[in-house]
């Protein structure tokens, strides 16, 4: 009898956030949101839930994914992907440009389709379920329809959906307020049938340290629908403001062949408070009674380790896996990462940029990745040539080394932690000297500063809470980067890290060649 084997919370480390899961046989999809990042929608693959490969992102084309104007915590709002009858099915909102759609695609590596706009879908967190006599239907949240009467007043309502003209059809009807008395933000809900009842599962308390996930059932879809008398099934809220694990909630549950059940959901793993690098995603197994579900029967909340009944699985030895096949094009996520520009073709799945970037920002030529200083800068709501994976360790070094002899005057180029536009930390060369810079509300420090010249590498070094710079061997000062965090910085997302070039407001035809890109922790 094989061992069980064990995956290790979190199971996406870094800003991965509104997790929705699908199982298609003995794969496991993995889709979270991005906002205002692009590519739009990673999208990771598993066979045991314990290891998982990037195979791409949802929305790859600007064409896909409008994002001019929007803010570092709009644009792309909490997926939802299901599976149904040879076709996978994404659905999303973009709170920026055309509300809430939906991408089908027969392959999950792509191409997706382009986005299906839902006519008469008000409102965010959509998402699909499709019942036994072939019926689509779909739930999300919109504003109390008898008006808002406190901030969070909203209703989870189900319509059919019509999937050849892409709109809902018949009654809007709302069936769920929540669990609790006066609830806020009833949100992310999805539908399940199980037991002979259809639940919805959902959100409550907004995506921070009030977050719960809540259920209710009915024998059918249109209620009325009965809250569990032990809701919130799970939630970390009474555990105190100093528990290493908050925010817990927005879950979504799968069974596996052997019948064992899991839920994923949303939690941050702050330090003193301070959430850097956003909501990230989490495991947990759970059971039936009483026609309820019980997570992590006996402890009630999440753990560190989750035991999983399947055969291990690991993407670097399966030669059918989508890792295997692009010849590790993609890094496996939580790794170290050591990108040697000069020797790459293409970025990998896991690089994002903001919003609907030029064609020419980058290139590769076998020299390195020549990026262009772009007019945006980094404080700029717009498109700054920027390019960036995920924080995924409290400590952690990341380097880049770039040829700065290309910059003319009043140009940069180097390395930025960023949380938001408002709220980052660059280690840049401008003007011949390497400055450490911290950007808070909008408000620019220099730390410290060296000259420099020619070939430099810039490093960023992050222990927890504090940071340092450096330029070469030489450090350029310390900081705490406590403000790039989610309770002072506010919105959705975690901190990225990546190379950066801008000619600061003008327009420059000057490309920056970065040679490499690392990050260990």
Not at 133 to 141: E, H, M, S, V
Not at 404 to 419: M, R, T
Not at 470 to 481: I, N, P, R, T
Request: net charge negative; aromatic share 12%.
């Amino acid at each position: 009898m094989a061992e069980h084997i064990y995956a290790t919370n979190p199971i996406m480390p870094g800003f991965y956030p509104d997790p929705s899961i699908c199982a298609v046989g003995e794969d496991y999809y993995l889709c979270n949101s991005t906002f205002s990042y692009v590519p739009g929608l990673s999208l990771m693959h598993s066979k045991d839930l314990v290891h998982w490969e990037q195979i791409g992102n949802v929305l790859t084309r600007h064409s896909q994914i409008p994002l001019e104007g929007a803010d570092h915590s709009q644009g792309l709002f909490a997926p939802t992907i299901r599976y149904h009858e040879g076709t996978f099915y994404v659905i999303c909102t973009n709170v920026t440009h055309g509300g809430n759609f939906i991408v089908t695609a027969e392959n999950p590596e792509g191409p997706w389709s382009e986005p299906h706009y839902l006519v008469d879908a008000d409102g965010i967190d959509p998402s699909l379920f499709f019942d036994d006599d072939g019926k689509c239907y779909y739930i999300g949240t919109h504003p109390n329809p008898d008006g808002v009467k406190y901030n969070g007043d909203w209703y989870i309502y189900i319509a059919e959906v019509d999937l050849n003209e892409w709109k809902l059809v018949g009654e809007k009807k709302n069936v769920w307020n929540g669990a609790l008395k006066g609830c806020i933000w009833p949100e992310g809900p999805h539908i399940y049938k199980e037991n002979g009842y259809y639940y919805i599962m959902h959100a409550e308390g907004g995506t921070g340290p009030e977050h719960s996930v809540m259920i209710a059932r009915s024998k059918d879809i249109w209620g009325p629908y009965v809250g569990n008398p032990k809701n919130p099934i799970l939630t970390h809220r009474h555990l105190g403001q100093d528990y290493p694990i908050k925010y817990v909630g927005h879950g979504d549950i799968i069974k596996t062949p052997k019948g064992e059940w899991f839920m994923t959901m949303l939690a941050v793993r702050p330090l003193n408070r301070f959430t850097t690098m956003g909501r990230e995603t989490f495991l947990a197994k759970f059971t039936w009674e009483e026609d309820w579900p019980v997570v992590n029967p006996g402890v009630g909340m999440l753990t560190e380790k989750v035991e999983i009944d399947l055969p291990e699985w690991d993407p670097t030895k399966d030669p059918t896996s989508y890792t295997s096949r692009t010849n590790g094009k993609t890094t496996i996520p939580g790794t170290a990462k050591d990108y040697n520009f000069a020797s790459m073709k293409e970025l990998g799945d896991e690089f994002l940029m903001l919003r609907n970037y030029p064609d020419d920002m980058y290139k590769f030529d076998g020299e390195g990745l020549k990026l262009k200083a772009g007019k945006d800068d980094i404080k700029a709501v717009a498109s700054p040539s920027y390019i960036a994976i995920r924080q995924q360790h409290h400590h952690f070094k990341s380097a880049a080394t770039f040829d700065a002899s290309s910059l003319k005057a009043g140009e940069s180029a180097g390395l930025v932690l960023l949380q938001n536009n408002l709220y980052n930390l660059r280690g840049e060369v401008i003007d011949g000297k390497c400055k450490m810079i911290l950007c808070q509300d909008g408000k620019e420090e220099v730390i410290g500063e060296t000259e420099a010249a020619g070939n430099v590498t810039v490093s960023i070094v992050v222990d927890g809470l504090n940071t340092k710079v450096l330029c070469g061997d030489k450090e350029l000062g310390e900081a705490s980067v406590a403000n790039l965090s989610t309770e002072v910085a506010g919105g959705f997302v975690g901190c990225c890290i990546g190379i950066y070039a801008s000619a600061n407001g003008k327009d420059s035809d000057t490309y920056v060649n970065f040679t490499r890109l690392t990050y260990d922790f």
